[in-house]
């Protein structure tokens, strides 16, 4: 069971490239999110998707989309990527029903780097 | 603006001692939970805590939480070189889509 699968693992952009996060789940979740860890610091939210077809904003939106693709997949797409992008992005997926949080599980993340 | 505070920022130990982390947060909550990182990997998820509780038990770890205090610790018994890792807790303050935020960490260092 492979989890919350990440990719790729690592890329270095250029200021004002763009690229495409990919994250896929095989747990059949309702919500997956997109979080980003800067150095010595904890997760910050940038998206979420409740459930498949809905997307909102989280703490961090700014400079990013994202793309429910269908239950399994959520994409984080940076149009044009700035050095302030420079970060750990970690997927992750939960089952959460609308009732309760519960736990999430969590891709190994992508190590993003632009110059 | 992160809603939980780990404490101490960073712990070193002796294999065997116990470790405790703290973590404070600033608006009620309908749950919190521990996950553990170790460098370069994602989190794991380690214990959930519901704010109708107050203590719970995983193996080694011993988690409590004071709601009236807005606080709670996490407990590590009889700790291993393998328990070297960062350290987060996370507080679900609404049910919406399932969301946490994250506190900064704490960061623990066994020594064997």
């Known amino acids: 069971n492979a989890g919350v699968t990440q990719t790729p693992k690592f890329q270095v952009l250029k200021t004002g490239q763009s690229m495409t996060l990919q994250c896929a789940q095989d747990?059949?979740?309702?919500?997956m999110y997109w979080y980003r860890q800067d150095p010595g610091m904890g997760l910050r939210l940038i998206y979420y998707?409740?459930?498949?077809?809905?997307?909102d904003k989280g703490e961090v939106p700014n400079g990013y989309n994202v793309s429910r693709l269908n239950k399994r997949e959520f994409s984080l797409r940076l149009e044009s990527a700035a050095p302030s992008q420079t970060s750990v992005y970690f997927c992750?997926?939960?089952?959460?029903?609308?009732?309760?949080?519960?736990?999430?599980?969590f891709g190994q993340g992508t190590r993003l780097t632009v110059v | 603006s992160q809603q939980g505070e780990e404490d101490p920022q960073a712990l070193s130990i002796q294999e065997g001692e116990n470790a405790t982390m703290n973590c404070s947060y600033k608006?009620?909550?309908?749950?919190l939970q521990w996950y553990r990182q170790n460098s370069g990997r994602g989190l794991v998820h380690l214990i959930l805590?519901?704010?109708?509780?107050r203590e719970k038990h995983s193996g080694r770890l011993r988690v409590t939480l004071d709601t009236s205090k807005k606080s709670s610790s996490l407990l590590i018994t009889a700790s291993r070189a393998a328990d070297t890792a960062s350290y987060f807790c996370?507080?679900?303050?609404?049910?919406?889509?399932?969301?946490?935020?994250f506190g900064d960490g704490t960061t623990l260092t066994v020594k064997p």
């Open positions: 992750a997926s939960s089952d959460w029903t609308g009732k309760r949080n519960t736990e999430a599980f």
């Open positions: 747990m059949n979740h309702n919500s």
């Open positions: 998707s409740a459930s498949e077809g809905t997307t």
């Open positions: 608006t009620s909550i309908n749950n």
């Open positions: 805590i519901r704010s109708n509780e």
């Open positions: 996370a507080t679900d303050a609404d049910t919406n889509a399932g969301k946490s935020t």
